[in-house]
């Protein structure tokens, strides 16, 4: 067999589908080792183009195990140990086709999980104080040093009494053994789950009325918080719309409609998308419509109770996906596959 250069084959291989990079492994321990790297992780991230499958999550069984055919991936907890046979577990947030968990009676206990190589590595416990109240996580990656990082924040001693919240923040990097304190924590306290985009995470506020226009970001480069304004939008959520943050408008009886932020640095929003919502969905709460993302050819995806429908820019139509099993509790996520392997990580990690 020709030998080729190391990065030759790097340079090859970031640019190869993942399924084929998998087979490829066995063909030498050189091969073997390069598809392993973090490095290949990294560019592989940036330079295969991947079409998102649909991840599902049912908090009523644990046995949700990933396969490769078809479009719909799922992601087996009773790998993780500290959650098997547990159905108790809590997705904190993902990033880059990695995925943050906690335990629901602990959120102490936080595990990453990688699906396409179905692994797991526990995290370190925070060695700060307990907190007053229920922990708030994100994952997100630094582009810049190619490190995953993962920020914690809670409310101090006194935060919920005081007018300007007293929350705190810590940030663990993945490959460290224990977390940071950073001198200041987000501006007011954090709603719903974060979002990762353009090298941030993006909660909502969840406080009075007066600023539930406004979005807490976190800087992962630089680990700093910062605030700036939505769209007007008098309700809906965040999402990731192709690794730019939207935002969606559920307030109309007959359509939606979705904000995308396409110039980050100018926090400029767009109105990108208006979908109206007829039959055959009969949608009578658009409310309870939750947009996951963008799916394969561009589609974007939308949940409705235990209902899943894609809708095609192009063409202007709605088309139901049929999951066998699909209910209310499931959790969806477009998901990519990431070829790190994170349990290289545990040696370094004391828990």
């Known amino acids: ?50 079409e998102p499958k649909i991840l599902l999550l049912d908090h009523h069984t644990p ?10 991936l799922k992601a087996n907890m009773n790998l993780v140990p500290k959650f098997a046979n547990s159905k108790a577990y809590f997705l904190e947030g993902c990033c880059n086709g990695l995925l ?5 009676c602990d959120d102490s206990v936080l595990v990453l999980f990688n699906p396409l190589r179905q692994e797991v590595l526990a995290l370190p416990p925070s060695t700060s104080s307990p907190p007053l109240g229920k922990r708030k996580y994100g994952l997100g990656f630094d582009c810049l040093t190619n490190k995953y990082k993962i920020v914690s924040v809670f409310f101090r001693e006194g935060g919920y009494e005081n007018p300007d919240y007293n929350l705190g923040a810590e940030v663990y990097t993945l490959g460290t053994s224990s977390w940071r304190t950073i001198s200041k924590g987000p501006p007011f306290p954090l709603f719903g789950k974060p979002i990762f985009a353009c090298g941030a995470l993006h909660w909502l506020v969840n406080s009075h009325d007066a600023l539930k226009d406004k979005i807490v970001s976190f800087d992962v480069g630089k680990e700093e918080f910062g605030l700036f304004s939505l769209p007007k939008i008098w309700v809906g959520h965040l999402f990731d719309l192709g690794a730019n943050l939207a935002m969606v408008d559920l307030s109309s009886d007959t359509h939606i409609e979705i904000w995308v932020m396409k110039e980050y640095g100018k926090k400029e929003w767009i109105k990108e998308y208006k979908i109206d919502i007829n039959a055959p969905m009969g949608m009578p709460n658009n409310l309870l419509i939750e947009v996951i ?32 099993g699909l209910s209310n509790d ?7 596959g990431n070829l790190l392997s994170i349990s290289r990580f545990q040696s370094r990690v004391k828990v």
């Open 1 to 50: 067999m020709v030998q080729f250069p190391s990065d030759i084959l790097f340079d090859i291989f970031s640019r190869l589908p993942i399924k084929s990079l998998f087979r490829f492994k066995c063909v030498s321990p050189l091969w073997s080792n390069i598809i392993d790297d973090p490095c290949l992780a990294y560019m592989h991230l940036t330079r295969c183009v991947q």
């Open 63 to 72: 046995d949700v195990t990933f396969t490769e055919a078809g479009v719909f």
């Open 100 to 104: 943050c968990f906690t335990k629901r």
């Open 293 to 324: 993302g963008l799916w394969e050819l561009g589609e974007i995806l939308l949940k409705y109770y235990e209902s899943l429908f894609s809708y095609n820019p192009r063409t202007g139509e709605l088309r139901y996906i049929q999951i066998p």
């Open 330 to 336: 499931t959790e969806l996520l477009c998901h990519i």
